[in-house]
Nanobody, 123 residues
Framework: QELLVESGGGSAQTGGSLRLSCAAT????????LGWFRQAPGKEREGVAS???????RYRDSVKGRFSISKDNAKKTLYLQMDRLIPEDTAMYYC?????????????????WGQGTQVSVSL
């Protein structure tokens, strides 16, 4: 059984919007942090946004004001609303769950991951 399943990726033009969803099992949902990471070809995986049990959110600087992370506890679903997309946002986006989650540096080795969903932004 997949712990985390992403959906909602696709193609958009610069300035457009996409909304990613991540359906989680109870096991994944019961961790302190849920978050979104992304990995572009040839680059390291990087943290994008996170939300904790109290609803406190954090974002990497390059997406602040453009992306919004939220969650629906009843549906056990995590969301990432992405507005004003730019080509640099092109990457595979991954949902993650864990009790330690930093948006900087290498992802914590104990994070649980989804399979990813591709986002492509064209000029």
């Amino acid at each position: 059984q997949e712990l985390l399943v992403e959906s909602g990726g696709g193609s958009a033009q610069t300035g457009g919007s996409l909304r990613l969803s991540c359906a989680a099992t109870n096991f994944a949902w019961n961790h302190i942090y849920l978050g979104w990471f992304r990995q572009a070809p040839g680059k390291e995986r990087e943290g994008v946004a996170s939300i904790d049990n109290y609803g406190e959110t954090r974002y990497r600087d390059s997406v602040k004001g453009r992306f919004s992370i939220s969650k629906d506890n009843a549906k056990k679903t995590l969301y990432l609303q992405m507005d004003r997309l730019i080509p640099e946002d092109t990457a595979m986006y991954y949902c993650a769950a864990g009790d330690v989650l930093s948006l900087t540096g290498r992802p914590d080795p104990d994070l649980y991951w989804g399979q990813g969903t591709q986002v492509s932004v064209s000029l």
